[in-house]
């Protein structure tokens, strides 16, 4: 029996129409769907399926996100009984794992990063927050840079390791803006300012995590399946692990690649669940290990087919 790992994408993922397919071909993701738009007052169809502009509003982004996981991971699982060796995610896509690990509820998934998405909102409102994508740059550099960067009043910090030569800064929107070229003159290929108005993964998030903690006492359970955490790239299995973790998640950055080299060994292959390929792309780039996904019913179909092999 192959070990696997399943693995959740977070922001950035999104696109109108995602989840259509399992909308139209399972009665679970109708179902699930029905039942999010019910809990939250959120008409989930319109918001998956017709153009809109809260798609792209993290408070709405997250859940919408976190609901396409879940289906296709729910569909998967009711067709084929593998169990993880782990599950993991990046950045929002850890809320998803929980759910896949038996965490938490789905409904209460999302209203939880629904608030989570509200409290980051608020925790950025008014102080013109940003984030950076940089290409072709190492780590230590984009640190130490960072570092002498905050000790000069600026306020920058690495948010998303994604894989080698590829990082996400996060700060002050006009800081970011006036250290592109401090950046290309340390070598990066490209720096990049991102259309975004909240800074995930840095100290600027601090108040939110007070808000988000009587959420996480509330909904989560005691004891679930091996989560890979963001922050530490380990293993944990309970909920006091979990508030501690993800309390810290909103204000460290994602060590995506290390958590990915940390944990390869360990299993055969990655399933990625949710739309799009973001995570298998990094992978690609990570580890030799495969990364099957599930984004529709042709993929579903595509990875069961392969693990029957």
């Known amino acids: 029996m192959k070990k696997i790992a399943f693995i959740f994408p977070g922001q950035g993922s999104q696109t109108i129409g995602m989840g259509k397919d399992f ?8 179902d699930m769907i029905s039942k999010a738009s019910a809990r939250l007052g959120i008409d989930f169809e319109k918001l998956l399926f017709e153009e809109n502009e809260n798609i792209g509003k993290t408070e709405f982004t997250q859940p919408a996100i976190l609901l396409v996981s879940s289906i296709a991971n729910a569909i998967f699982k009711e067709k084929c009984n593998i169990a993880p060796s782990f599950v993991l995610g990046h950045s929002l896509g850890e809320f998803s794992a929980l759910v896949s690990a038996g965490a938490i509820d789905y409904l209460d998934a999302i209203e939880l990063v629904h608030k989570r998405g509200l409290f980051m909102t608020d925790a950025c409102s008014g102080g013109g927050a940003g984030m950076m994508a940089l ?6 550099t984009v640190e130490k840079v960072c570092l002498e960067q905050r000790e000069l009043g600026k306020q920058v910090w690495p948010a998303n390791y994604n894989m080698d030569g590829q990082l996400v800064l996060a700060g002050i929107k006009a800081d970011l803006e006036s250290l592109v070229d401090v950046f290309k003159e340390a070598g990066a290929k490209r720096a990049i300012v991102l259309d975004m108005s909240v800074a ?17 006492e509330r909904f989560l359970k005691d ?4 989560v890979i955490s963001n922050v530490t790239t380990l293993a944990y299995s309970t909920k006091d692990e979990a508030i501690k973790l ?16 940390a944990c390869e060994d360990k299993v055969d292959l990655f399933i990625e669940f949710g739309n799009g390929i973001v995570l298998k792309s990094l992978n690609k780039k990570i580890t030799a290990k495969p ?10 179909e595509m990875v069961i087919g392969e693990l029957n092999d």
Request: net charge negative; hydrophobic share 40%.
């Open 223 to 226: 004891e679930f399946l091996p």
């Open 23 to 30: 909308f139209e071909n399972s009665d679970i993701a109708k």
């Open 200 to 216: 995930s993964h840095c100290e600027l998030l601090k108040s939110a995590v007070e808000n988000l903690y009587p959420y996480l």
């Open 291 to 300: 990364t099957l996904n599930v984004s529709d019913m042709k993929t579903l």
């Open 246 to 261: 993800l309390s810290a998640q909103l204000t460290s950055p994602v060590k995506y690649k290390q958590s990915i080299k």
């Open 135 to 140: 290409v072709g740059i190492d780590d230590a």
